[in-house]
């Protein structure tokens, strides 16, 4: 296992506090390198648009 830079790990801290603040629930996944980090953070981009789109039908 590779371990984290500290400022990615602050990075990524920084996001789940952001999403605790606003209230989204979420899972936090481990990765194993940072292609797959990238990978992950856009899918949270698409979830997060998906959310807030339904949330502006409601």
């Given at each position: 296992?590779?371990?984290?830079?500290p400022?990615d790990?602050?990075?990524?801290?920084?996001?789940?506090?952001?999403?605790a603040?606003?209230?989204v629930l979420?899972v936090?996944v481990?990765?194993?390198?940072?292609e797959?980090f990238?990978?992950?953070m856009?899918?949270?981009?698409?979830?997060l648009?998906?959310?807030?789109?339904?949330?502006?039908t409601?």
């Amino acid at each position: 296992m590779n371990r984290a830079h500290p400022a990615d790990l602050r990075k990524a801290l920084i996001v789940a506090n952001e999403l605790a603040g606003i209230g989204v629930l979420f899972v936090p996944v481990a990765v194993s390198s940072k292609e797959e980090f990238a990978q992950r953070m856009g899918e949270l981009g698409q979830q997060l648009e998906q959310i807030a789109q339904e949330a502006e039908t409601e």
